[in-house]
């Protein structure tokens, strides 16, 4: 009799078990179709390229990895055939709570694995509208014709991101000419803070690292909703040499190698970097180039300091001082 018991009770919790796997199984795959829906409309709602990835999972309680995301964009020259210029590994979002189907999901923190960024000159376009996917990134959400879905929340909404890291990153510019060399960065790491306020706005604190060759370095403010950067203080180095030519445009490439040019360059700048139009950038420059050398003709040129200040406004670049 007691066995009977015993037997009746263990199948129960058996069916309890695979009620509860089944039950956990629908609900996993609800929630990551529900995600990925989410993370496409948003893109669409915001972003001219397109974006897509390869597949999605749901880790509890409030961790997604999305694997092979990638933004394309139409190639000018054969617009049936999209061309990558933004793609990963994987991307791991932490959410800041337990997300649940149909409600809205908040991003707490971002970790991209082998990102790869490509930048592709478009053919007879003048800079700065000639890289492809960028020179029109974000969508005119004024522009009711422009944007193909509206996004039912706002960016500062879903973006409470503390933390952005960046690991074995990438960087190359084809420059779609055969006779230039691609310039490549690889082997960045990078990491980015954030500190969101009350009217959605974000003091982000954001450092880049490739050691021995280059620094960057970032402090200011992001308004997302505005779609636009207030850069407080920007400063960068870079170490100028032969062996680091590729981590430069081909245009410079060429202009380093031609003129053997060496020394130790800083750059530092403070201004407003509207998303929707880079190019109309409000900015002060300061660049320093320490130790310099380059040959000028049948000669060899060292300068101990070259001092250049520089101010960017409604697309236009203005030399304001030139010390050396």
């Known amino acids: 009799m007691k066995w009977h018991i015993l037997r009746h009770l263990i199948i129960a919790a058996l069916v309890v078990f695979l009620i509860l796997v089944v039950g956990a199984t629908v609900w996993v795959g609800a929630v990551e179709n529900w995600i990925g829906g989410q993370l496409r409309t ?17 880790t509890f309680p409030n961790t997604i990895t999305v694997r092979g995301a990638r933004l394309t964009s139409p190639d000018p020259e054969a617009p049936d055939e999209p061309i990558e210029i933004f793609a990963m590994d994987s991307l791991i979002l932490a959410l800041t709570d337990i997300p649940q189907p ?37 969508i005119d959400q004024s522009d009711s014709d422009a944007r193909p879905a509206r996004s039912p929340v706002k960016l500062s909404e879903l973006f409470q991101v503390r933390e952005v890291s960046l690991e074995e ?3 190359s510019f084809d420059p779609s000419d055969d006779g230039e060399t691609i310039m490549l960065i690889d082997g960045i790491i990078a990491k980015l803070l954030v500190k969101p306020d009350d009217a959605g706005a974000y003091d982000i604190d954001f ?46 490439q060429k202009i380093m190698a031609a003129n053997d040019i060496t020394g130790h360059l800083s750059v530092g700048a403070a201004g407003t970097i509207p998303f929707d139009e880079p190019a109309s950038s409000h900015m002060q420059v300061h660049v320093e180039l320490e130790g310099a050398g380059f040959d000028a003709g049948d000669y060899g040129l060292a300068l101990d300091r070259v001092d250049c200040r520089i101010s960017t406004a409604e697309r236009k670049v203005t030399i304001e001082e030139f010390i050396v």
């Not at 669409?44 to 999972?57: E, G, N, R, T, W």
């Not at 908040?106 to 509208?129: K, M, S, W, Y």
């Open 42 to 58: 948003l893109a669409a709602a915001y972003l001219v390229p397109s974006f897509d990835f390869d597949d999605l999972d749901y």
């Open 102 to 138: 149909n409600e809205p999901f908040r991003l707490e923190q971002l970790t991209l694995t082998r990102p790869t960024l490509h930048l592709v000159v478009i053919p007879g376009e003048e800079a700065p509208d000639n890289v492809l996917g960028f020179s029109e990134l974000l």
């Open 169 to 171: 990153g990438r960087v």
């Open 207 to 252: 450092s880049l690292d490739h050691h021995p060759v280059s620094t960057l370095a970032l402090r200011g403010k992001l308004f997302t909703d505005d779609h636009r950067l207030e850069v407080d203080d920007l400063s960068a180095t870079l170490q100028l040499a032969r062996e680091q030519d590729h981590f430069l445009t081909p245009p410079m």
